[in-house]
């Protein structure tokens, strides 16, 4: 099960218990988002503990259930589990159950502070005065407001998901702070951005990021369109 989790990154393993008192001692010490519950055996116990969790706390776990039979679903079912997992397990149905969970997760801020680390180095710059993401080959360049560049050993793709909401990838090579963007011409597919003048490509494959773009600031302009 560890290994299936793994590949998602977002979950780590705060404790395991061995029946329903540890359990639920565990639970109201680390306040986990997702219990896994073998109801291999004891499996009264362990839906009893489900109960009793909510004389103690307003915030309730996700339960799954795990089982070498369907015996307990539909006790998993009344006690409102999010899901039952059968063993041995599957992994296409451990995969669309962990594709629902992360949607139901609520999404962690991303920092503004961006950290660059090269060697022993170490580089902190502030998002806020990035205008772009360029790539270069298997690394990264960092254009700046004031024409600087900053290098990271890193893909383009490494920091896709890592920079804050305004930034958005417009092209294989580039992700715009849509912040610095003062034009868009389809005709061109280009993208003008202020203050310095620069003119980024976009291409066929991201054109839907920038037709949502397109939408947010015009959404947020006066317009003069009749």
Known sequence: MRQ??????????????TNSIEGLNDILKYAPDIVFINLNEHANAYFQMTIELHQYGNSIPIFIGISKSKTYAYEAIKNNFFDYWLLPYNEFDIRKSILRLKKMM???????TLCLKSYRDFQYIDTN???YLKADN???EFIMKDGTVHNAFKTLKT???QMPKNFIRIHQSY?????YISGISYGKAICTLKPRKHQLPFSKSYRNNIDNLKKDLTKNAISSLN
């Open 175 to 179: 992700i715009v702070n849509t912040n």
């Open 4 to 17: 299936y989790l793994a590949e998602y990154g977002s979950f780590e393993c705060c404790a395991t218990a």
């Open 159 to 161: 920091f896709e998901g």
């Open 129 to 131: 005065d990035i205008l």
């Open 106 to 112: 609520p999404k962690e801020e991303t920092s503004e």
């Open 138 to 140: 298997n690394a990264t």
